[in-house]
């Protein structure tokens, strides 16, 4: 057991909630600042990385660069535009990946 | 399927009989473990999209409510509200063994006062609206770090259950049929070469054979013809 960080990661008025919280809160303004803090947030000691879906829909490479390893979590929220459904996306291409076809 | 390169000589049969038995006792085990881990798997996607659908809508109420702190509020007031948190959370990260796989438990505590309401600010400068906000995003905090373990956790299976497959099917449809073929080459080789130097042996014995006839026959046909110089003498 060790200590670790929880961030929110995304546009600014989608994460500034998770402050009143408690959590590191990291507002970016567009896509390549984006990446930019998700590398910075991995490699320093954060165990989950909550990021908004508006931001995530044009970084797929660089999460799927994190799913295989233990930290961090990069965990999709919906963001002040609402659910888009790419976290949804996610989990089922967990399944496809495990089964070889969605089956739920 | 083709044949391993390999020398058909007995050593090699050997070899490769060891290695059969093992992949095969591999194969058996890794489609157990594979079959297992789908099963864990399962039961933590489902948890996974009811979850995720449960988050996604507190979340969706929360910013719902916050845009409408936003309206009532001057956008300075509301981060100068909520600009310093008055709790702050740390995580502490523990692991749980699924079937060799190490997926993440977290739990998590506040430091801080912890007493009254998450709110971080006075409520004179603050409108009722930013409370609610606070409120709803509080609540959906417990299942968000939930989410995230059972999230991480399907992901880490998934890919584990991936490669598992792989090296099941690997095993199943490559590497074993290869290894009973080239077994079969080789004792079929080794057979071969028995044969042959069965028939090289009785085929030498014949010659052999055959000599020893004709010398015979020589040997007899060269006493008639001495008995026959003779003969005429004797009578």
Do not use: W
């Not at chain 2, 890794?30 to 995720?52: G, I, P, T, Y």
């Not at chain 2, 930013?130 to 399907?154: G, N, P, Y």
Request: net charge neutral.
């Amino acid at each position: 057991m060790s200590e670790y960080k929880i961030a929110a990661l995304g546009d600014r008025d989608s994460v500034l909630g998770f402050r009143a919280l408690g959590l590191d809160v990291f507002p970016v303004e567009d896509v390549e600042e984006a990446k930019a803090a998700l590398r910075r947030l991995a490699r320093e000691n954060y165990a989950i990385v909550y990021l908004t879906e508006g931001c995530a829909k044009d970084m797929a490479p660089e999460i799927a660069r994190y799913k295989d390893a233990l930290t961090p979590a990069v965990i999709l929220i919906p963001g002040r535009e609402g659910s888009l459904g790419i976290g949804m996306d996610a989990v089922k291409t967990a399944v496809e990946r495990a089964v070889g076809a969605d089956i739920l | 399927m083709p044949v391993l390169n390999v020398n058909p000589t007995r050593q090699e049969l050997n070899r490769l009989k060891t290695r059969l038995r093992t992949s095969v006792r591999g194969h058996k085990l890794l489609k157990d473990k594979r079959d297992e881990l789908m099963k864990q798997f399962m039961d933590v996607v489902r948890e996974n999209r009811a979850l995720r659908r449960k988050v996604e809508e507190g979340l969706t109420r929360a910013n719902t409510a916050f845009a409408a702190a936003a309206a009532v509020m001057s956008p300075e007031m509301l981060e100068q509200a909520i600009l310093y948190p008055r709790e702050s959370v740390s995580l502490e990260m523990g692991f749980q063994n699924v079937m060799s796989v190490n997926v993440p438990i977290y739990s998590f505590h506040t430091t801080g006062s912890a007493e009254g309401s998450a709110a971080p600010y006075g409520f004179a400068a603050t409108s009722g609206e930013l409370d609610d906000a606070v409120e709803a995003l509080s609540q959906v905090f417990q299942d968000m770090l939930r989410l995230a373990e059972i999230e991480k956790t399907s992901q880490l299976l998934a890919q584990e259950i991936e490669k598992t497959r792989r090296r099941v099917n690997a095993l199943e449809y490559v590497k074993i049929p290869q290894m009973e073929e080239t077994i079969k080459y080789i004792t079929m080789k080794l057979d071969e070469n028995e044969r042959a130097s069965t028939i090289r042996l009785m085929k030498v014995k014949d010659m052999l054979l055959k000599e020893a006839i004709q010398e015979r026959r020589e040997e007899d046909a060269k006493a008639v013809r001495t008995s026959a110089d003779a003969g005429p003498t004797q009578v």
